[in-house]
């Protein structure tokens, strides 16, 4: 019994250790090998050696990954830049006069700026790198090029290729191009280049406007050109947003993807409120703090108005029950974030002064008949004031026996929802059944708590209980006024 008894504890602590290895394993933070494998170019490895690793200690975090947005590694005598894709949060690269022959910057999504000149590059492939705006790969081997993901590209520069197409259709911002082929042997000429001016309308700056030589575009006689749809046509004004609403995160930015027609005069931009999101004269949007605002493009009498939500950076996720009624009630000047209106903080606790300040916005800000405040802690210099005033005169929050309110007080959920059923003044519930376990028919808040559920603004937890002596989380309270707003206002 003694032999089997070592030998089960032994095999008990073997496991152990394995799993104790496994965890420690797993916890490890993430580092990244600058060797052959990942980094095939030696050139190119030395490189990220000397330049991108902090501690020198051979590897790359996961900060120093994220750190690398510019790579120049120009005339280094590097053959293949594999290992690139790594670099998410790339911005610029600069890799010209090297001997590279193909570059994937189809997992960089955020560079905008390729500068590959004068080299061997032969293929380059882009994805949808809807930042890039500079493409520099002139003097080079050329022969395709596809730019259909790179819709806001604004200067591009392939000249000195053996490229037999070129097609510009989808680039709406493109300012200048120059893609004019290898001059051939037998030309005569000075330069070998016939200039070619194409009738083509394009936006650059904040300049929409018909003219012969808005493009550059310097060919011969074995490059194409497909100026695509930006041929000036001859119907009347027209202007289309491509996209219909868009929403992005606070401290995001983005070009207004449209199409227009015959326009005779400079694009103008506008926002409904610039303080929220601003929009500039090229069309570059930017979400400044939470909330909404209406872009409008307009020029000769035509016009397009798309809607912009600005998202709080910490209310993101679709799926969360709270995104809906935040952003909703963020738009309608119901609720706040915090940090300049950039979070918002769900899981805070609300109080009192949040909880009374939500419901009187939600009613519009309705003036008080009285001019002060009876709660001596309360302030005429703070935020709820006005609210708590109101919300006293109509017996939708009381105070405590010392003459105190108690603004940061954390609001309960019991509290919550008698607010709610006093402000839609006490109505009284029409079923008698009562869904929550915890809470008794002698609880004040009983009444309240029946009528919110029957009216949906109420839904409870999944084991049958209300939680009335939990705290309300701000999410929460966005939650309750939404639905309020609904199905007791029918709005929203």
Not at 44 to 55: G, S, W
Not at 222 to 239: E, F, M, Q
Request: one cysteine or more; glycine letters at 6%; charged letters at 25%.
């Amino acid at each position: 019994m003694n032999k089997v008894f070592k030998t089960a504890f032994t095999l008990f602590a073997a496991c152990g250790t394995i799993a104790l290895i496994a965890a420690a394993v797993s916890a490890a933070p993430y580092r990244l090998a600058i060797d052959e494998n990942n980094f095939p170019d030696p050139n190119f490895r030395t490189y990220i050696l000397e330049n991108h690793d902090d501690d020198q200690d051979g590897y790359l975090s996961e900060d120093e990954i994220k750190k690398v947005d510019v790579i120049a590694c120009k005339g280094l005598k590097i053959k293949s830049l594999q290992g690139i894709e790594k670099f998410t949060e790339l911005i610029m690269l600069e890799c010209s006069e090297n001997e590279i022959v193909s570059l994937d910057a189809t997992k960089n999504p955020k560079l905008a700026t390729v500068i590959c000149i004068s080299g061997n590059l032969k293929d380059i492939k882009l994805g949808n790198n809807e930042m890039l705006t500079y493409l520099f790969v002139h003097n080079n081997q050329l022969s395709s090029l596809d730019l259909s993901g790179c819709p806001n590209l604004k200067a591009l520069s392939v000249y000195l290729n053996p490229l037999g197409t070129v097609d510009i259709s989808k680039q709406l911002y493109l300012q200048m191009a120059y893609v004019h082929g290898i001059k051939k042997a037998d030309q005569k000429d000075t330069d070998g280049l016939a200039y070619t001016d194409y009738h083509i309308q394009v936006t650059s700056g904040d300049r929409i406007s018909k003219m012969t030589q808005t493009y550059f575009v310097m060919t011969d006689d074995n490059v194409k050109i497909d100026p695509g749809s930006a041929r000036v046509p001859d119907d009347i004004g027209l202007i289309e947003f491509k996209t219909g609403s868009v929403e992005k995160k606070c401290g995001e930015f983005f070009y207004v993807s449209y199409t227009y027609k015959d326009l005779q005069s400079s694009v103008k931009w506008k926002s409904s409120d610039p303080n929220v999101i601003s929009v500039s004269d090229t069309g570059c949007v930017t979400c400044k703090m939470a909330g909404t605002a209406t872009i409008t493009a307009y020029a000769d009498g035509a016009s397009a108005s798309t809607t912009v939500t600005s998202l709080y950076k910490d209310v993101t996720g679709k799926k969360d029950f709270w995104y809906a009624p935040t952003n909703y009630l963020t738009a309608k000047g119901t609720v706040k974030g915090y940090d300049k209106q950039t979070l918002f903080k769900p899981a805070n606790k609300c109080t009192r002064a949040q909880m009374v300040t939500f419901i009187w916005r939600l009613m519009g800000e309705p003036a008080p008949k009285a001019k002060t405040c009876k709660f001596k802690d309360v302030k005429e210099k703070d935020y709820f004031y006005k609210a708590c005033i109101w919300g006293n005169e109509n017996k939708i929050v009381e105070g405590y026996k010392d003459g105190t309110f108690g603004p940061q007080i954390v609001c309960a959920r019991k509290h919550a929802v008698t607010f709610l059923w006093r402000l839609a003044g006490q109505p009284k519930p029409k079923t008698t059944k009562n869904p929550f376990k915890d809470v008794k028919k002698s609880d004040y808040f009983y009444k309240a708590t029946l009528w919110a559920s029957e009216q949906k603004i109420l839904a409870g937890y999944s084991d049958g209980t209300f939680k009335p002596n939990d705290d309300c989380l701000r999410r929460q309270m966005v939650t309750f006024l939404y639905k309020y707003d609904k199905f007791i206002n029918n709005k929203g």
